[in-house]
């Protein structure tokens, strides 16, 4: 079985164009086969971005996991922010670059699986995170992403509680300052920061 984290040359692409309206300004997005999210903006995604638009965020930002790119693009054409969007899957990576041009942002996108490849340290790292890949690599996921943050840098992340966000929170409070910034739907914004880095 295909997963949307999993590149696969054999998935036939059928492209679908959505558009959106946030913050008064229309974003239009190319999605796939094979990429999270097909033909439409994420609850969890769309919950997160409202959250952090309103913050009016400035500095740098990770997109980890970008996806076809809504959350990356979106706090570009926004907020004061210079972004690095990073994901494993080609597909997204292409229909991201496509995105950006279109929605007229400039953003740097590239293939890393996690922050291993990323030199930078961030002001802010938002994700969506790949709840499918098991517990232990979306845990391996967080812990180093947290790594790449700047002193009193902020990740934002949503879950869903059926997802195991109640566990998230216990299992990831000794590494990071946690805060539930949003509820709804089931679906949890959790702000993490280190008081260390
Ligand atoms: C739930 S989707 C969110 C996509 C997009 N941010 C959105 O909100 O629509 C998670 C994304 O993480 C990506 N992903 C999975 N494993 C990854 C890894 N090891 N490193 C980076 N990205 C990964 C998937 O390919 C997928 O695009």
């Given at each position: 079985?295909?997963?949307?984290?999993?590149?696969?040359?054999?998935?036939?692409?059928?492209?679908?164009?959505?558009?959106?309206?946030?913050?008064?300004?229309?974003?239009?997005?190319?999605?796939?086969?094979?990429?999270?999210?097909?033909?439409?903006?994420?609850?969890?995604?769309?919950?997160?971005?409202?959250?952090?638009?309103?913050?009016?965020?400035?500095?740098?930002?990770?997109d980890?996991?970008c996806?076809?790119?809504?959350l990356g693009?979106?706090?570009?054409?926004?907020?004061?922010?210079?972004?690095?969007m990073?994901?494993?899957?080609?597909?997204?990576?292409?229909?991201?670059?496509?995105?950006?041009?279109?929605?007229?942002?400039?953003?740097?996108?590239?293939?890393?699986?996690?922050?291993?490849?990323?030199?930078?340290?961030?002001?802010?790292?938002v994700?969506?995170?790949?709840?499918?890949?098991?517990?232990?690599?979306?845990?391996?996921?967080?812990?180093?992403?947290?790594?790449?943050?700047?002193?009193?840098?902020?990740?934002?992340?949503?879950?869903?509680?059926?997802?195991?966000?109640?566990?998230?929170?216990?299992?990831?409070?000794?590494?990071?300052?946690?805060?539930?910034?949003?509820?709804?739907?089931?679906?949890?914004?959790?702000?993490?920061?280190?008081?260390?880095?």
């Open positions: 079985m295909e997963h949307y984290f999993t590149n696969s040359n054999n998935l036939k692409s059928e492209i679908k164009e959505f558009k959106v309206k946030l913050s008064d300004k229309e974003f239009t997005f190319k999605t796939d086969n094979g990429v999270f999210s097909k033909g439409e903006l994420d609850y969890g995604t769309y919950l997160l971005l409202t959250n952090v638009l309103k913050l009016n965020i400035k500095g740098n930002v990770l980890l996991g996806g076809y790119g809504a693009i979106v706090l570009a054409k926004l907020n004061d922010v210079k972004v690095t990073i994901d494993v899957n080609k597909r997204a990576l292409h229909l991201t670059k496509m995105n950006a041009h279109n929605n007229e942002v400039q953003v740097q996108v590239f293939e890393s699986d996690g922050v291993s490849t990323i030199q930078d340290d961030f002001d802010y790292i994700t969506n995170p790949p709840i499918r890949v098991g517990k232990i690599k979306l845990y391996e996921l967080i812990s180093d992403a947290l790594k790449c943050l700047k002193k009193n840098g902020e990740l934002f992340l949503v879950i869903r509680k059926e997802q195991g966000a109640k566990s998230f929170i216990n299992d990831f409070s000794e590494k990071a300052q946690i805060k539930i910034i949003d509820k709804n739907k089931g679906f949890y914004i959790l702000s993490l920061k280190v008081s260390t880095n």
